[in-house]
T-cell receptor
Framework: DTGVSQDPRHKITKRGQNVTFRCDPI?????LYWYRQTLGQGPEFLTY????????KSRLLSDRFSAERPKGSFSTLEIQRTEQGDSAMYLC???????????FGPGTRLLVL | DAKTTQPNSMESNEEEPVHLPCNHS???????IHWYRQLPSQGPEYVIH???SNVNNRMASLAIAEDRKSSTLILHRATLRDAAVYYC?????????????FGTGTRLLVSP
């Protein structure tokens, strides 16, 4: 299966620590999205890449959050100085150009203690 | 982004049809109606989308009202695997960047 993959699937960290998540999109997809989902809510958009360029950032993405996609392939999402409010599922999705469908990975579940 | 309204939850029995409603009274002429679903502990997955005409695929059917202010996702024979949260999402045609704006969706419970 060559779907979207995310690593790790689960992460437990202590408040104040930094964490980094990785997303590997479907290989020919040039668009990559990050979303965050808290319990009982639908996913919320965080940021979007077209190839290596980060073209859109939500106001949800505070200064403690940074995302990269250095070679237009995989992407990383780093959270610095984690807070308990950062506990959520972090979802990655990819698509090809303006193709309507976004394909989601299984998510990384973060718990900040 | 135009808003959608869905019931919080619905229940069905296995092998019966399920009709999941969505209201989008402020839909514009260039908004496509998309449905995604999210199985437990998984990321969302695409189900179907349409603009004006009813649409069918291997997963479901989408019935769109003539005035486009509402739509219904139809699962013809529910299985236990269809238990999920179903999201109705409007996406504007050809605006380039296309983030998905999710609501809280409808949680479908399927009983054997």
């Amino acid at each position: 299966d060559t779907g979207v993959s995310q690593d790790p699937r689960h992460k437990i960290t202590k408040r104040g620590q930094n964490v980094t998540f990785r997303c590997d999109p479907i290989s020919e997809h040039n668009r990559l999205y990050w979303y965050r989902q808290t319990l009982g809510q639908g996913p919320e958009f965080l940021t979007y890449f077209q190839n290596e360029a980060q073209l859109e950032k939500s106001r949800l993405l505070s200064d403690r959050f940074s995302a990269e996609r250095p070679k237009g392939s995989f992407s990383t999402l780093e959270i610095q100085r984690t807070e308990q409010g950062d506990s959520a599922m972090y979802l990655c999705a990819s698509s090809f150009d303006r193709q309507e469908t976004q394909y989601f990975g299984p998510g990384t579940r973060l718990l900040v203690l | 982004d135009a808003k959608t309204t869905q019931p919080n939850s619905m229940e069905s029995n296995e092998e019966e049809p399920v009709h999941l409603p969505c209201n989008h009274s402020t839909i514009s002429g260039t908004d496509y109606i998309h449905w995604y679903r999210q199985l437990p502990s998984q990321g969302p997955e695409y189900v179907i989308h349409g603009l004006t005409s009813n649409v069918n695929n291997r997963m479901a059917s989408l019935a769109i009202a003539e005035d486009r202010k509402s739509s219904t996702l139809i699962l013809h024979r529910a299985t236990l695997r269809d238990a999920a949260v179903y999201y109705c999402i409007l996406r504007e045609l050809n605006t380039g960047f296309q983030k998905l704006v999710f609501g809280t969706g409808t949680r479908l419970l399927v009983s054997p």
